[in-house]
């Protein structure tokens, strides 16, 4: 091993000065040589990492380069395979039959042989019959086979990878307890992931060009239909979602400017992680996740407190209260779900967290909860950052709902439901506000049952409250 003789900062610079070597081998169809660099890297960044000698403590940022190299050079293999059948797709299948007389394409070992073994084959043919015989669409079906099987099990092995080997690393180094390193290894997971899923039509359109040539329905051919590989993919995201979860609870609070904000990433990724598990019913992450974001969320506020300087007190509380309005308004998603999904599963971990905090915080959070609705409500319809986040998860809300049959005109969105409930939320618009929706569902019923009943009620939850009992009541000046 030539990288022994280096030193953990030769390791670095090394894995560095080639991160994209991934990219570029599998990119060529070279994949077998991607793995090898692939595990490399990795046996390099575990060496150093579990050896104090090589990695000094005192040097924090160096480990997070090595660990942030580990996961780039996964990232690098998606993005090689993904350039490798973009390439494949371009003109395909008009250049096989050049490609067999005139071989100049990059191809991966499968279909480079096949090719090969074509040219022989078609060479013999004309020098016995003075022509060729193969008709060209069976050239294509072989390619088009060979191809396809190619792409489908270097697909399989990249996720395998990210499952049995990055996944379980960045397992292992939460046993640590480092969380700026489990932090910096989960965002290059989440990446490879996100340009996997955001890229996936590249790879299912080749595959069904594959099919198109696939004339000989006798002939064996790769399972191209690839929802089991996209349900691995899911389960990825999940396991994603957990460990982010458990770095927003842990990680490090205040941002050190010559270090990556490790606590500030993991608790954004964490607000879209809760969202995206609310809307595909993952009730295992929301349940193991929803109790940390809860703690991530007083912490976020805390951060906030301690950064954030500003000279009017309104316009202060509206930042610095700002987690937990986006934690009313994931509760209020939650609770939407449960009724049009039919799951209380959804809601449940939310519920059992505000009952937890209204049992010690009592009327005094209830306060600042309904004040908090209150100063963020301007913030909702101005364009602000976090109105703008708000309004970004509203549109994923409503993309779902279209999935799932919803209608969407100029002013509400229909969805045909047995549930009067459901369809009266929607009525209320493209962009529902789910914090109120929170405070009119939960909150409210809340303040009744434990008789604080002077609190004063933001204007616009009392407007929802009225209009959603008069439309669920089938009023006629609804």
């Not at 088009?144 to 499952?163: P, S, Y």
Request: proline share 4%.
């Amino acid at each position: 091993d030539v990288l022994t003789l280096y030193s953990w900062r030769g390791d670095a610079e090394l894995i560095s000065l080639n991160s994209d070597m991934t990219r570029r081998l599998s990119s060529q169809g070279m994949f077998a040589e991607a793995r090898l660099w692939l595990d490399l890297v990795n046996r390099t960044t575990t060496r150093a990492l579990k050896d104090g000698n090589r990695l000094p403590q005192e040097d924090p940022l160096a480990a997070m380069g090595l660990v942030d190299s580990l996961g780039l050079a996964h990232v690098n293999s998606i993005l090689g395979l993904l350039d490798y059948v973009r390439a494949l797709s371009s003109g395909f299948p008009d250049w096989v039959e050049a490609e067999i007389k005139r071989p100049h394409r990059p191809l991966g070992q499968v279909p480079r042989t096949l090719m090969s073994n074509l040219k022989d084959a078609i060479a013999f043919e004309i020098s016995i019959e003075g022509r060729q015989i193969t008709p060209g669409f069976v050239c294509a079906q072989l390619a088009g086979r060979a191809l396809a099987t190619e792409v489908v099990d270097e697909l399989a092995l990249l996720i395998g990878g990210l499952e049995s080997d990055y996944l379980a690393w960045v397992d292992s180094m939460a046993l640590t307890s480092n969380y700026d390193l489990v932090g910096t290894a989960t965002s290059r997971l989440d990446e490879a992931i996100e340009k996997l899923d955001a890229h996936r039509g590249v790879i299912e359109q080749f595959l069904a060009a594959c099919e198109e040539v696939h004339r000989d329905v006798d002939d064996t051919w790769p399972e191209t239909a690839l929802s089991a590989t996209w349900a691995r993919v899911r389960l990825i995201e999940s396991s994603i979602v957990k460990r982010v979860a458990e770095v927003a609870e842990k990680a490090e609070l205040l941002h050190t400017p010559t270090r990556p904000d490790t606590f500030g990433w993991s608790y954004e990724r964490l607000v879209d992680g809760i969202l995206d598990s609310i809307i595909h019913s993952d009730s295992d992450v929301l349940a193991f996740a929803t109790p940390k974001f809860l703690a991530a969320t007083i912490r976020a506020e805390e951060r906030l407190k301690k950064t954030i300087v500003r000279q009017h007190p309104s316009v202060r509380a509206s930042y610095t209260s700002e987690p937990l309005v986006t934690l009313c308004e994931l509760t209020g998603v939650a609770i939407f779900y449960s009724r049009l999904l039919g799951s209380d599963d959804l809601r449940k971990p939310f519920v059992e967290g505000w009952d937890s905090l209204f049992s010690t915080e009592g009327k005094r959070l209830a306060q600042y909860v309904l004040l908090s609705l209150d100063v963020n409500r301007n913030a909702f319809i101005g364009l602000t950052s976090p109105s703008l986040m708000r309004g970004r998860r509203q549109q994923i809300i409503e993309h779902d709902l279209v999935a799932r049959g919803g209608q969407v005109d100029t002013f509400d969105i229909r969805l045909s439901h047995p549930d009067p409930w459901v369809s009266s939320v929607l009525a209320h618009g493209h962009f529902i506000d789910y914090a109120a929706l929170f405070a009119v569902e939960y909150l409210l019923p809340t303040l009744q049952s434990k008789n604080w009943l002077d609190l004063e009620i933001p204007r616009h939850v009392v407007q929802l409250s009225e209009s959603l009992s008069r439309r669920v009541n089938r009023d006629p000046n609804a």
